[in-house]
């Protein structure tokens, strides 16, 4: 079991990024060791602060959550082989399908999903690795 399930958030929203930011470190074992607004940010980030999970905004303030999940795919030792799961508004059957074969393991709606996430997180936290 893992001792701490560490957690990266690319997310542009203040407001929500300040709340999902505080919702997980109330979880138990669980720690947001980083998070960024943009693309650039996000894939220095990743590359430095080994993480478990990411969650990722699609749209950002530069770049895009397609353009993290692009670079996770393409060089996953790079990024300490981080798991990505996708947060957005852009909940499209499309969309959804480029980020899971871009390697997103789950995809969630902001607008209706958040306790999904959260759930996720808790359940991730809880597996062996």
């Known amino acids: 079991m893992v001792d701490e399930l560490r957690v990266f958030l690319i997310e542009d929203s203040e ?13 138990e074992g669980v ?13 220095a980030g990743l590359a430095d602060l080994p993480s478990d999970v990411a969650i990722v905004d699609l749209e950002l303030k530069s770049g895009s959550g397609i353009g ?4 996770l795919a393409r060089e996953p030792a790079r ?7 996708v947060l957005t508004t852009h909940a499209h059957p499309a969309v959804r399908r480029t980020c899971t074969l871009l390697g997103a393991r789950a995809f969630f709606d902001k607008a209706m999903q958040m306790d999904e996430l959260i759930d996720y997180v808790t359940a991730a936290r809880s597996v062996d690795r």
């Open 15 to 27: 407001l929500l990024r300040a709340r999902l930011v505080e919702t997980l470190q109330e979880l």
């Open 79 to 85: 990024f300490h082989n981080t798991a990505a799961v």
């Open 68 to 71: 993290v999940l692009h670079a």
């Open 31 to 43: 720690r947001v060791v980083g998070h960024a607004v943009d693309e650039s940010t996000a894939i």
